[in-house]
Every structure is written in structure tokens, then in C-alpha cells.
């Protein structure tokens, strides 16, 4: 019996010891993956970039404050020289150009933006009337000896490569389709040409680091569309589009006007897909999203966390304006006070826990939209969590309101 015993204890010892280091190295295994991860979501520039927006967000909380305090001396009849005595430079921000070189960028941009214009208002009136069409670099090579012979063909085929390669043809482009959406939405025939100028849009934009044209195209991508017969193929479907308007913006270009009846807005649509026409056909619509989505820019994560940055700063600027601070949470006294003019109540300080709570908000309601464009653009789905991860922890988001982003989006 005693070798038994001892034979036995052995037999248990092993066995404990086994499982002890089973569990040691799933723990490991754990912590190598948790290691790997983290390396994978790394970024150089993520901290650079978050580093330039908190500057951003600090001087403009610097000279809207400022200017509250000029209008409150003004209003009591006090002398508002010296207002900026004793800042240390605070909302100084460095030129990165000599001022002679700022005006004549800014001349050379008045002057293409006169010289521009014409030719994209007739582009954008082509397209929807049908019958424009896009003159690719290929075929620009061998079309010049046929000029003179096709007078017709010139006015209705463009050079947008050429168009869009400048920032004011870019920035005419987007302020002229904004205007077209408060009136017609259907683009019908003219639909393959848009969405090839949309998507050599994205191309200039891509390669001039443009994030703001980025930006405002996704949106309209989510509002022109054409209509199919209910039961006729076309397109990858039509609703598709629907993502979350880009975080905060108002009007996406230009003048920032509205959108009419709103129909098309983001793509909407029933469960089945169909909808009701001003005809009182039903229909379903394909949206331009559906081309676009294919670009290669909506796959850059660093064009996600710019986009991101610049809709958190829009709505940092709008509480500037009284209308806006009573709407973000302000007390009914200090909305009082907004509305009357005195707003240095309304203000929240930097740093105070009312400016915590509404950044937080404002942080939240931007991962929450761009959450869903990313999916919309179908960025893959590791990757939106990663992004929407590392944005809400680096711009101070609790891990429990995260948790609501992510819920939400699992739930969808």
C-alpha cells in the first residue's frame, strides 16, 4: 500500500503541475496577443496628430474667449486696448508662409476661382441633364487634332483631372453640387458621369491630402442618386448608403445650404429597399456611395482620424455662438444670458468639468457617426474598432461610453 500511495501522490503532484502550467502558458498566450494587438493598432503619428488637435481646440477656447471678453469691455463702454496684455503667447499660431506669399496664393486662388467657375456650373448642368462625359488622360493625348472638327463634343465633355487637380476647382465643384441637392437629387442618366467625377475627386484628394474635400464628397456621395423600377438589377443596391453625415456637418460645402424636402438624405431606406417617388411609383434608389465606397481612400485610417478631428473642431467653434451653447447643455440662466448677448457666463473654462462633459459629447457623437460611415464605406470591421478605440481613449473617452459605441454598432 505505501507504494501505491507514493505512486499516487506522484500521479497527483503531476497532474496539479500539468494544470499549473497549462494555465501559465494560456496567460502567456493571452499576453502575447494582448502585445501584438497593441503594436498593431500603434501609430506614429496618432500621437502627433491628437497632440496638433488639443493645440487647436486650446487656442480657439483662447481667442473665443478673448473676443467674448472684448464684447462684454465694448458693450460696458470700457477701452478694450490691451485685451491681449499678459496671454505668453497663448493664441499666437505660426505662419507657415511669409505674408507676400500668403497674398498672392490667396490672388492666384481668387483668379482660378473667376476663371473656374463658368466651366464647373456648365459641368454640373450637364450632368444632369445627361449629357456630359469625362475626357480621360488617355483619351486627351489623341483628341487634340479633332478639336477643331467637333465643336459639339467640347461642350459637353470635361477635363475634371485637370479641374480637380486645383483647390479651387475642387472647392467649386463642391459648392455647386450642395446647391444642386436642395433642388434635384435624381441624377438619372447623368449618374455614371458623376460618380466617375466623384471618384477622380477622391483621387486629387488623396493625392493633395485633401481631408476637408474628403470629407464633403462623403456626404454627397450619400445624397445623388437614380431610380430603378421596382424589381429591375442595378447597382450594388440601394441602401446602401446611409452613413452618419460626417460628423457634424451642416450644409457640407460652400454656402451651407440646406437640402430641400430632404429626400435622399444619407440614403435611407425601408427594409425592402423601395420607395415612393414624386411620381407615386415605387422605386428603388441606387446612391453614388455605391461607386465610391470602392475608392482606396476610405481604407486609410489616417484619413478617418483627420476627418474626425476637424468635425470635433466645427462643433468646438460652434459654441462660440450663443444659439449653440443653450442647445449643448447650458444652464437656463447662462442660455439667458447667451441669447441676450452676455455670454461670458455661457462659456464653459477650459479644464472645468462643464467643458469635460460637453467635449466628451462632442467626442462621442462624432465616433458614433463616423462609426457608421466607416462601416458604410466598408472599412473592415477589426479596423473600425481599432480607430473608434484608439480616438476615444486618446481624446479622454470613459471606457464605459465605448462600450455603448460598440454595443450599439454590434447591435445594428
Not at 505668453?88 to 492666384?108: C, D, K
Not at 433642388?183 to 488623396?206: H, I, P, S
Not at 456621395?221 to 452613413?243: K, M
Request: proline share 4%; charged share 30%.
Amino acid at each position: 500500500h505505501s507504494e501505491e500511495d507514493r505512486l499516487g501522490f506522484i500521479a497527483d503532484a503531476m497532474r496539479s503541475l500539468s494544470e499549473h502550467e497549462r494555465a501559465m502558458l494560456h496567460a502567456s498566450v493571452a499576453q502575447q496577443e494582448a502585445a501584438a494587438t497593441t503594436l498593431a493598432e500603434s501609430d506614429p503619428f496618432f500621437d502627433m496628430r491628437l497632440f496638433v488637435h488639443s493645440h487647436r481646440v486650446a487656442a480657439m477656447l483662447v481667442a473665443q474667449r478673448k473676443e467674448e471678453a472684448a464684447s462684454r469691455r465694448l458693450r460696458a463702454g470700457d477701452d478694450v486696448v490691451g485685451l491681449d496684455d499678459g496671454d505668453e503667447g497663448e493664441s499666437f499660431v505660426p505662419s507657415t508662409l511669409p505674408l507676400s506669399q500668403r497674398v498672392v496664393n490667396s490672388s492666384a486662388y481668387m483668379r482660378l476661382t473667376e476663371e473656374l467657375e463658368p466651366e464647373v456650373v456648365r459641368f454640373l448642368q450637364r450632368i444632369f441633364d445627361g449629357t456630359a462625359t469625362i475626357v480621360e488622360p488617355d483619351a486627351a493625348a489623341g483628341a487634340g487634332d479633332d478639336e477643331e472638327d467637333d465643336g459639339d463634343a467640347s461642350e459637353t465633355a470635361f477635363d475634371v483631372h485637370d479641374m480637380f487637380s486645383q483647390q479651387p476647382g475642387r472647392d467649386l465643384f463642391l459648392k455647386h453640387l450642395n446647391k444642386q441637392r436642395a433642388k434635384k437629387q435624381d441624377v438619372a442618366a447623368g449618374f455614371d458621369t458623376l460618380a466617375r467625377a466623384m471618384e477622380v475627386f477622391l483621387d486629387k484628394c488623396q493625392e493633395y491630402h485633401d481631408i476637408t474635400g474628403t470629407k464633403k464628397m462623403m456626404i454627397m456621395s450619400e445624397t445623388f442618386f437614380r431610380e430603378h423600377a421596382a424589381g429591375e438589377p442595378g447597382g450594388d443596391g440601394g441602401g446602401d448608403a446611409g452613413g452618419g453625415g460626417g460628423g457634424g456637418e451642416e450644409g457640407a460645402a460652400g454656402d451651407g445650404e440646406g437640402t430641400g424636402d430632404g429626400e435622399g438624405e444619407g440614403g435611407g431606406l425601408p427594409p425592402t429597399g423601395l420607395v415612393r417617388n414624386a411620381k407615386g411609383e415605387m422605386v428603388r434608389r441606387e446612391f453614388v456611395q455605391t461607386r465610391v465606397k470602392r475608392h482606396p481612400i476610405w481604407r486609410d485610417s489616417n484619413c478617418w482620424e483627420e476627418m474626425f478631428y476637424r468635425s470635433v473642431r466645427e462643433d468646438v467653434a460652434k459654441l462660440h455662438t450663443p444659439h449653440s451653447r443653450v442647445r449643448a447643455g447650458s444652464s437656463d440662466e447662462a442660455g439667458a444670458d447667451a441669447l441676450r448677448g452676455d455670454v461670458g457666463s455661457a462659456m464653459p473654462a477650459p479644464g472645468s468639468a462643464e467643458w469635460t462633459y460637453m467635449y466628451q459629447q462632442m467626442v462621442f457623437g462624432n465616433l458614433g457617426s463616423y462609426m457608421l460611415n466607416m462601416r458604410t464605406f466598408e472599412l473592415p470591421p477589426a479596423d473600425v474598432k481599432r480607430i473608434v478605440r484608439r480616438l476615444g481613449h486618446g481624446n479622454g473617452l470613459p471606457q464605459e461610453m465605448l462600450q455603448v459605441l460598440f454595443s450599439n454598432a454590434d447591435g445594428e
